[in-house]
């Protein structure tokens, strides 16, 4: 079993919708959960950090972490075409350790 | 600004040449990564840097080499070993030693490489 699953998609949606994507693991020790977004031949930027259990919200995103499940998600709200990017979850146990990779969901957002 | 440089953008290559992907940050981070991207493979850790000259293979670095002489610059050279080079390579750096860290990392924009 790899320590990140992301299912790769592609995911298309049309402008507006609500957009779900998601990251299991195996690793019980990680407590540092991102989420980076990365544009067509461009580096991944970061979008969003959450830290153990909970929700994060940060304008038309949400993340959600549910360390019993080991379950990470990313809601974005009223998706944009601006949005289509590949999303990459990562997860790391904190200060010396490595930062894990999902493969990336592909999202397309259609006008 | 802040921020990671790598150059060059685009790079075309012979099989059987040696190429050499620079890396250059100005965040005064002490560990940095070099990663290649394939499509539906995510990413992938070919090399890392703690500390200045030593380095750490990752998970691919048949074929490849690094060094790291200054704290800034983490240079990355595809040899002609490496049998199937072309690809995204993508250079990240981070902080260390503290114990807020996050591990979160921060990349350059890439360099993409074509082997003809």
């Known amino acids: 079993q790899k320590e990140v699953e992301q299912d790769p998609g592609p995911l298309s949606v049309p402008e507006g919708a609500i957009v779900s994507l998601n990251c299991t693991y195996s690793?019980?020790?990680?407590?540092?959960f991102m989420w980076y977004r990365q544009y067509s031949r461009k580096g991944p930027e970061l979008l969003m950090y959450?830290?153990?259990?909970g929700n994060k919200e940060d304008g038309r995103f949400t993340a959600q972490v549910d360390k019993s499940s080991k379950y990470i998600s990313l809601f974005i709200r009223d998706s944009q075409p601006s949005d289509s990017a590949t999303y990459l979850c990562?997860?790391?146990?904190?200060?010396?350790?490595?930062?894990?990779f999902g493969k990336g969901t592909t999202l397309s957002v259609s006008s | 600004d802040g921020g990671i440089t790598q150059s060059p953008k685009y790079l075309f290559r012979k099989e059987g040449q040696n190429v050499t992907l620079s890396c250059e940050q100005n965040?005064?981070?002490?560990?940095m990564y070099w990663y290649r991207q394939d499509p539906g493979q995510g990413l992938r850790l070919i090399y890392y840097?703690?500390?200045?000259?030593?380095?750490q293979k990752g998970d691919i670095a048949e074929g490849y080499s690094v060094s790291r002489e200054k704290k800034e610059s983490f240079p990355l050279t595809v040899t002609s070993a490496q049998k199937n080079p072309t690809a995204f390579y993508l250079c990240?750096?981070?902080?260390?030693?503290?114990?807020?860290?996050?591990?979160?990392?921060?990349f350059g924009e890439g360099s993409r490489l074509t082997v003809l």
């Open positions: 990240a750096s981070s902080i260390i030693g503290q114990s807020t860290n996050t591990g979160e990392l921060f």
């Open positions: 690793n019980s020790a990680f407590q540092y």
């Open positions: 959450t830290y153990s259990s």
């Open positions: 990562a997860m790391s146990a904190g200060a010396g350790t490595a930062l894990i």
């Open positions: 965040l005064n981070h002490d560990a």
């Open positions: 840097s703690q500390i200045v000259n030593d380095f």
